[in-house]
């Protein structure tokens, strides 16, 4: 079965940290770029950040730069969001998303809201509440 399975969310006060990981099977894993999309209530899809199968790139949005660092692990298929210095805007469902490296590369650069259909494989998304 071709999956990702994120984890990690969880309710944090301003200025704390967060590690989320995607755990994928199934996945033709050395040729899969993934992405950290979320969604805040009543909001679009944004892209977070991406990495591709070889480990360039990698992407970040504007308002994580310096804040937010994804990391990947070929040899365990997984990948990880590393989430410093927390904001209340951060809040929302964080979802791990994959597909082939040039279709990430592609949608990143081109398509700043994603949607669904835009890539094969997505997690059930982990929720992130930052909040005092």
């Known amino acids: 079965e071709v999956q990702v399975v994120e984890s990690g969310g969880g309710l944090v006060q301003p200025g704390e940290s967060l590690r989320l990981s995607c755990a994928a099977s199934?996945?033709?894993?050395?040729?899969?770029?993934t992405a950290w999309v979320r969604q805040a209530p009543g909001k679009e899809l944004e892209w977070v950040s991406a990495i591709w199968s070889d480990f360039k790139g990698p992407y970040y949005e504007d308002s994580v730069k310096g804040r937010f660092t994804i990391s990947r692990d070929n040899a365990k298929n997984m990948v990880f969001l590393q989430m410093d210095r927390l904001k209340p805007e951060d809040t929302a469902v964080y979802y791990c998303?994959?597909?082939?490296?040039?279709?990430?590369?592609?949608?990143?650069?081109?398509?700043?809201?994603?949607?669904?259909?835009?890539?094969?494989?997505w997690g059930q998304g982990t929720k992130v509440t930052v909040s005092s």
């Open positions: 199934g996945l033709p894993w050395s040729t899969y770029g």
């Open positions: 998303a994959a597909d082939q490296d040039f279709r990430v590369e592609w949608l990143v650069t081109n398509r700043p809201n994603p949607r669904k259909e835009d890539l094969s494989v």
